[in-house]
């Protein structure tokens, strides 16, 4: 890692909060953020894994700035902690991701009510409270959020009812927020993620009868022949927060390697 020059600063002195970024694709954005130049705050329930990840994607180089912050989505009181002392640290949110997601895998039958309060509370009422929270510390200059969904907000698969409205409830969330905040140059944007490769996804495997015929199955409904990586969602979420995009909002971006573009197969 070379800090003299060579770095690129496409997001430079910005202060950027990334949830659920102990793990997978929050991680990846995370370390991208950081090293085009913001500050950035991880938050995520898991903490030993969340101060880990701040060590890893920090490394030795002091003059990159992450710190971790212990937030629940599901507790209101740690979402305005966490605001709060990012309100006196660093007086102002530039960036906001919603990324902190989990799921379950139940078939319809099967998916209890408790479930449905937990996905639904995670990954959409989280994302809901933690805007709402953060919104208080975007300057007048205006600023980005990226909501990251999923290709379930928009095609069903098998045992995921729950999860697949609360990813469309994002792709809504995100509509509605980029026509209420473009008054105060706020951009809003989702990424739907296919396949991508990391602990949610080992879980899913992990939970299938047969997981290495399901991982080769999923590589090959891909067109682009792979699944993903979360550095191929850090790109995007990159992109979506960065100067380059600044005429887009509203949008929901696919990140799938053509999984959905194909008819049958
Ligand atoms: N991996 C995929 O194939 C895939 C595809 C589409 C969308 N997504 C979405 O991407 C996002 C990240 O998923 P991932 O694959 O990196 O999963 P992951 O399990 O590796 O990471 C999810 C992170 O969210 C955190 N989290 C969970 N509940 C939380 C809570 N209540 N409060 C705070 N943090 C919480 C976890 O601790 C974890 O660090 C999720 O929203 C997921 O739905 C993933």
């Known amino acids: 890692m070379n800090l003299n020059g060579t770095r690129p600063q496409a997001l430079k002195d910005r202060v950027a909060v990334v949830s ?6 929050g991680k990846a954005i995370a370390a991208r953020f950081l090293w085009e130049g913001a500050q950035v705050i991880l938050l995520d329930r898991d903490v030993a894994a969340g101060i880990a990840a701040t060590a890893e ?4 180089h002091p003059p990159l700035s992450a710190e971790f912050l212990p937030t629940d989505l599901l507790r209101l009181d740690e979402i305005h902690a966490a605001i709060g002392k990012i309100g006196e ?7 906001l991701v919603n990324n902190a997601g989990v799921e379950i895998g139940k078939p319809f039958a099967e998916t209890t009510l408790e479930d449905w309060d937990m996905i639904l509370g995670i990954n959409l009422r989280g994302a809901f409270a933690l805007t709402q929270a953060a919104l208080r ?3 007048s200059t205006g600023g980005a959020i990226v909501n ?3 290709v379930h907000a928009t095609h069903a698969f098998p045992d995921s009812v729950a999860y697949a409205c609360s990813k469309a409830g994002l792709v809504a969330l995100t509509r509605n927020l980029a026509l209420e905040l473009a008054p105060r140059g706020i951009r809003v944007n989702a990424i739907r993620p296919g396949y991508i490769d990391t602990r ?3 879980e899913y495997l992990r939970q ?3 997981p290495e015929a399901l991982a080769a199955q999923t590589t090959d409904l891909h067109p682009l022949g792979r699944r993903g990586l979360p550095s191929d969602v850090a790109d995007a979420a990159l992109f979506l927060v960065a100067k380059n995009s600044s005429f887009i909002t509203g949008t929901d971006m696919l990140v799938d390697g053509g999984l959905t573009v194909r008819a049958h197969s």
């Open 137 to 139: 510390l975007f300057p």
């Open 89 to 95: 640290r660093h007086g102002r949110i530039d960036i």
């Open 57 to 60: 994607i920090s490394g030795d």
């Open 208 to 210: 299938s009868p047969n």
């Open 20 to 25: 659920g970024a102990a793990h997978g694709i």
């Open 200 to 202: 949610l996804w080992d």
């Open 148 to 150: 990251i969904s999923s």
